[in-house]
């Protein structure tokens, strides 16, 4: 089993839509989730960290349930820019602190 | 937000020839950095975590003796592919973590082609 699962997509979805994305952790001692978006051919970026009382930026919404050991992201009233690869991130228990990456689902926000 | 800068962004060599990579943080100090690689389609795999003064750790199946990493300073790590072949065509990215931070900002990658 993958340490970080995501549903590869594609989604796409027209403009003004909502979309979420989940993704499931199998490490249950993992300490710090984020999800980062990548752009075809760029870095990943961080978009936002993931706390366990959920937490909000404009129009993106992150989730964490500990106990089904699930992060989720919502999008709404999607934009055009939106489109990307969407990147779930934990940071497992340990003292090394490395990212983990989910292999990503891939957005397209159509006009 | 922090910046982390590479050089070169897209190489193009001679299989058997060595490439370099650098990996700079120009705005902060980083304890640790980190070098990945990514296949097209597929998610950033970590290769090996490298700490400032001391032997870079390896990921199980990253050959050290391939990939050479040094982080001499606190500002600077570099990735050398030795000998490099056509398989080893890949996008590098490096990224920076400060001191007390969970916190890892990526370089913008290097694109190597090996023919």
């Known amino acids: 089993r993958k340490e970080v699962e995501q549903d590869p997509g594609p989604f796409n979805v027209p403009e003004g839509a909502t979309v979420a994305f989940n993704c499931t952790y199998s490490n249950s001692a993992s300490q710090s989730f984020f999800w980062y978006r990548q752009d075809c051919r760029k870095e990943p970026k961080l978009l936002m960290s993931v706390y366990s009382s959920g937490n909000e930026d404009g129009r993106f919404t992150a989730q964490l349930n500990r106990a089904s050991q699930y992060i989720s992201l919502l999008i709404r009233d999607s934009k055009l820019s939106d489109s990307a690869t969407y990147l779930c991130?934990?940071?497992?228990?340990?003292?090394?602190?490395?990212?983990?990456f989910g292999s990503g689902t891939q957005l397209t926000v159509l006009p | 937000g922090a910046v982390v800068s590479q050089h070169p962004s897209r190489v193009i060599c001679k299989s058997g020839t060595s490439v370099k990579i650098e990996c700079r943080s120009l705005d902060f100090q980083a304890t640790t950095m980190f070098w990945y690689r990514q296949f097209p389609k597929q998610s950033l795999m970590l290769m090996a975590t490298s700490n400032e003064g001391s032997k870079a750790t390896y990921e199980q199946g990253v050959e050290k003796d391939k990939f050479l990493i040094n982080h001499a300073s606190l500002t600077l790590s570099t990735l050398t592919v030795t000998s490099a072949h056509p398989e080893d065509s890949s996008f590098y990215i490096c990224?920076?973590?400060?001191?007390?931070?969970?916190?890892?900002?990526f370089g913008p990658g290097t694109r190597l082609t090996v023919l």
């Open positions: 990224s920076a973590r400060g001191v007390g931070t969970d916190t890892q900002y």
């Open positions: 991130v934990v940071i497992p228990s340990g003292s090394a602190r490395q990212l983990t």
